[in-house]
């Protein structure tokens, strides 16, 4: 049994996820909480991934033993991506040719203004990306609407919010 460090609530080994009170029960890195401050809803600088190899900060190694997962934060399921090096993160629709690689219409993608071809998710060497793809609702990283089809860094823990779906990015060790 895992003991959730907020609520003491148990849980079985193997949950990502307090079923009670929600807080995250594995972490890499613990890191103390504090307040919160509103964000603008606008176009910030968020930190876009540069092409000059040279000057560019490394956010994240990507190393063959690990793997990504996408936690639905609203029905707490877990998708996981395994040897892909791109995916494509939207919503199957009756009658349209458009598949994209992970189909968050069961998750409720349209109710929440998720677009047939959303965004995607790129692993490479030196680090993980997510693009939108010109979407209605926009992305946001962390409550920070991205710029259409421009590449920006994702971590472990950061909050992937499609339209209004709210994703958790999930990197591990396996």
Do not use: W
Not at 8 to 34: I, P
Not at 97 to 108: H, S, V
Request: aromatic share 6%; proline share 6%.
């Amino acid at each position: 049994m895992i003991i959730c460090p907020n609520c003491s609530h148990k849980e079985l080994v193997g949950a990502f996820f307090c079923s009670e009170c929600g807080a995250q029960l594995v972490l890499l890195d613990r890191v103390s909480t504090g307040s919160t401050h509103p964000v603008s809803t606008e176009v910030q600088d968020y930190p876009r991934k540069k092409t000059n190899h040279a000057n560019k900060p490394v956010s994240y190694k990507f190393k063959e033993d690990e793997f990504i997962a996408l936690d639905i934060i609203e029905s707490r399921e877990i998708i996981p991506i395994r040897g892909k090096r791109e995916v494509t993160l939207g919503r199957k629709s009756k009658g349209v040719p458009i598949i994209p690689d992970i189909d968050l219409a069961p998750y409720r993608g349209y109710e929440a203004g998720v677009s047939r071809l959303h965004a995607t998710i790129q692993i490479d060497e030196h680090e993980i990306t997510v693009t939108d793809l010109g979407s209605e609702n926009g992305t946001r990283i962390n409550e920070i609407k991205i710029t259409s089809h421009s590449p920006y860094p994702i971590n472990d823990g950061d909050l992937l919010t499609l339209g209004k779906l709210k994703i958790q990015i999930l990197l591990r060790r396996e």
